[in-house]
């Protein structure tokens, strides 16, 4: 299989963006429509950042079933972490394609997501890793994981929303 | 004062009545009381011996506001070691994990070897005959010990043994231990979070069956939804469930769930081609412990409570958890996942992938857990409603894992040892 051929960072920021916007707005349905259908959505340990969730405890390790069912949890009554819903805010910045993979091309971007609830407001840090296929003329997540920087989850508690 | 704030519970047997006073999960000066009765009196979780397998490996731990270091010496034996240089109190572990032979201060440059001993002095000319080694070695803990792996260590010298204080945990922690021929390991990872919340509510949360429906509803769908026989309906009416005192404050609730276990109980959404597989780990119980036990360590699930706070959850996987006050109204939490060494790698992903379904910050039930502690904290913020009720069961025999036996198990234990060195002191004034 030949390497795909690499999109430019702007088509790459306008996926990333209007991710953060479609997420931001709590529009999760069509956020999933940016995922392929066997995507997954990792959050690493803080101590383990690079790890592997085959063999090391994440945060958040969703496979497509999880992804969905998650998604279908938060749009409901009963997810009482984020009922009723925590305001956020994502800043994504220094995107960068890194290359390709097999079919899959790797870029990569820096986040700030902020999440204010109960009028306290808690700060996510970190780096997202994607991998992104084309699906005809359209470039689809297929992993993303947010790789956090915090060094715990202190005093944020939980990741009760999608980061 | 009046009595009536001064009391923490009440404990009305005749009538059936259990309360606790919201104080104990306001004040601050009931947290300073804590730290000097229930913190520095109780044998606390420090890690296990998995964690640090091999001579000179070494994992940083903050326990009880006390940063320690868990170093296996290059004698094997696990040593719990305060990280304060005995020079001039520099910390000489400055890495959360490693492997080291020497902690050399940063500050003088005084080095320990890993058993902790001060093998290096710059300039130790200058120092009188006074001047002792020995003395000044890496202080340890006045109690360290182990049962099956679980490292504990006791700030207070008269103190029972570790064996004692556990009391009827041991059994519970023999059932989670025996689930390995060759040993429990804590897998890698180590979730890290925090609650805005009295560390105690995290006691009570961590082994309350009752809220399981309420709380957790999302997650009893999404089982439901991956092809899980949720026909079993409430946790109140499972077959062969109870809540049980173990003694010393240790409580737990054993029952039979809805949710596989990877130890050896299989569950559609494992998939129909590891059913055999899970058959066959299943005999190897039935071999090694006979079919009665078997059944229990495979199918039963169990919420273990170790007083103060120990967690051992063994439920659709097991996590172990640990907390600290860091004020009245905020707590530390880590957690961990524990699993038989010789699970094959397959095996072990299932069972990150099923612990991960329940448990932890990003979990389909944990994340609720904290909103409820939170919550519960902010309307503490009434004062006009001074108490907390926990009489569920109260006049049962045999109260059931929806009840309030094990929390009321804690406060008791709580509340003697908050109030007998002021007893003491009362009688001495006498």
Redesign the interface.
Known sequence: MSAPELPSRQEVEELLYREAALLDEWRLEEWLELLTEDATYQVPPTDVPEGDARNTLFIIADDAVRIRSRVKQLLGKSAWAENPHSRTRRLITNVRILGAEGENILATANFAVYRMRYESADTYIGRYDYRLIRQGKILKIRERRAILDNEALRPHGKISFIL | MDKAAETFIIDDQAAGLFRVNRRAFTDPECLEQERRCIFDKCWLYIGHQSEVPHAGDYRSRTVAGRPLILVRGDDAVVRVLLNTCTHRGTMVCRQ?SGNAKTFQCPYHAWTFNSRGQLVGVPGEDAYSPAFSREELALVAPPQVDDYRGFIFACFDPAAPSLYDYLAGAREYLDLVADQSALGMKI??????????ANWKLLVENSYDGYHGMS?H??YF??LS??GIDMRGGNLSTLPRQHALDLGNGHAVLEYQSAWGRPIAHWVPPFGEHRKAHFEQLRRRFDERFGPERARRICETSRNLGIFPNLVINDIMAITVRTFYPVSPD?M?VNA??LAPAEES?ED??LR??N???FL???G?A???D???L?SGQ?GFANREVGWSDLSRGMKREHPSITDELQMRTFWRRWNQLMTEPRLHRARKVA
């Not at chain 2, 897998?187 to 805005?196: D, L, T």
Request: proline share 5%.
């Open positions: 959360k897998v890698a990872g180590q979730q890290s979070y925090s609650a805005r709380t509803q999302r769908t999404f939804d991956v905020y530390e961990w996942a790698a072990s992903a990150l992938d612990f991960l379904t932890g910050p990003g389909f944990t994340p609720d904290v909103e409820m939170e902010r």
